[in-house]
């Protein structure tokens, strides 16, 4: 099992609160594009989100004044400003969608932990570029499970999955796939701290004492995992470190006699002379340091507050009244975007078309057009057809 190192650490002391250092290592995660442009601290977090949240509320407003103007008197008047959500609670919002989508992912298709997990990773990767004022989660979450399915080798026909999902429509899902695939990146791939978590399982059983308390307290695990993807662990620690935080919120005693163990036989490869780097260590970083970022990442599971229906409730119902209207079906500012963009379409689809035709006309030009019947034909004219008797 690998644990991201943090070889600029040097402190006795750690300091919990510090973003970990990753750094490019061995690992398929320290490879992927999960760990180059999916990583933030969290005042990157903090920043982000409150930036997209007041950009969101100054285009809803300027939109619904255009569908206001464009209806006249019966156009909506934009809401007060304390009917826009805080950043809080589009992350309530958003936190509530994930959770439905675990449900969904587990009793309505039965499809493998790490769908669950990928199709939750899309969705809070989708609302850190996009605010819940623009796209509702209730589009979104069903798209997000989809386009995760077929990214995952698990897909599902449209057919099968569309009546998963009250009133919905398959164009419901395709038209915004996309959407999402965009918002992405198109950066599919996640690295989730599932199988992290059973690794560390296998990684324990070096300790026979242990198997038996592991094997009692493995679903335990699984369960603080799940509650882990209501947070952002994924966006500041590795999935290896979130893992083993989740082992260690349900069996500390048996997590901390293995480390302690593993760190006190550690020998280094021979010949290896940094007392600092990443193989001086077991798992590439010192042991106060690793207790201190596996504490930090406890604390942040253990501080997420539950899910209430009735606040979750209130927040839709606000949210009702303050939806970007170019967003929404059926309004005039809608109407015109997509006639905007059925044109730019069409213009794109003649000039694509215009410069095929004049390729092909440029293809005669040089290699001659359609080869056709000589006029003087050695062999003559055909033969007349001979009449029947």
């Known amino acids: 099992m690998t644990v991201t190192p943090d070889p600029t650490s040097n402190a006795e002391t750690p300091t919990p609160t510090e973003m970990p250092a990753l750094i490019p290592g061995p690992s398929a995660f320290h490879e992927s594009s999960q760990f180059r442009h999916w ?45 826009y959500p805080s950043v809080e609670e589009e992350l309530k919002l958003v936190n509530f969608y994930c959770d439905q989508a675990s449900k969904i992912c587990r009793q309505g298709f039965g499809v493998p932990e790490y769908v669950e997990s990928t199709t939750i990773s899309y969705i809070k990767r989708f609302y850190l570029k996009n605010s819940v004022m623009e796209w509702h989660p209730k589009n979104i979450m069903p798209t997000c499970l989809f386009l995760a399915a077929k990214t995952t080798n698990h897909p599902i026909p449209i057919e099968v999955f569309v ?44 300790k026979p004492a242990n198997i038996d308390i592991l094997q009692r ?23 290896s470190q979130i893992g083993l935080a989740c082992w260690r919120l349900t069996a500390e005693s048996a997590v901390d006699e293995f480390l302690d163990e593993k760190y006190a036989n550690w020998t280094p490869p021979d010949g290896y002379d940094d007392e600092d780097g990443p193989m001086a260590y ?8 690793l207790r201190a970022i596996i504490r930090d990442i406890q604390d942040l599971i ?47 689809k003649a000039i694509k078309t215009a410069r095929a035709k004049e390729a092909m006309e440029k293809d005669e030009l040089v290699f001659g057009g359609p080869v056709k019947p000589a006029d003087d034909d050695p062999f003559g004219p055909p033969l007349p057809k001979k009449e029947s008797a």
């Not at 300027?62 to 103007?69: D, L, P, V």
């Not at 229906?309 to 009244?321: H, P, S, T």
């Not at 929404?328 to 379409?345: D, F, N, S, W």
Request: hydrophobic content about 35%; glycine content about 4%; proline content about 9%.
């Open 302 to 348: 253990r501080s997420t507050p539950p899910l209430e229906q009735k606040q979750i409730k209130e927040i839709d119902k606000r949210l009702k009244n303050c939806i970007n209207p170019e967003r929404v079906p059926g309004t005039a500012l809608y109407i015109k975007r997509k006639a905007e963009l059925e044109a730019k379409a069409a213009e794109a």
């Open 163 to 206: 009546p998963k999902f009250k009133n919905f429509k398959s164009s419901d899902i395709l038209e915004i796939e996309f959407v999402i695939a965009q918002s992405l990146a198109f950066e599919f791939w996640t690295h989730g701290a599932e199988r992290s978590l059973r690794g560390w399982f296998l990684e324990f059983q070096n």
């Open 39 to 83: 990583r933030y601290s969290k005042d990157q977090l903090y920043n982000l989100r409150h930036e997209l949240n007041e950009k969101s509320r100054e285009v809803t407003e300027r939109n619904m004044k255009a569908e206001r103007e464009s209806l006249g008197a019966d156009g909506p008047s934009p809401p007060p400003p304390t009917t």
């Open 282 to 289: 077991p798992y590439g970083i010192p042991l106060p340091r």
């Open 217 to 239: 307290n493995l679903p335990s695990a699984l369960d603080w995992l799940s509650r882990s993807r209501l947070t952002d662990a994924e966006f500041i620690w590795s999935p």
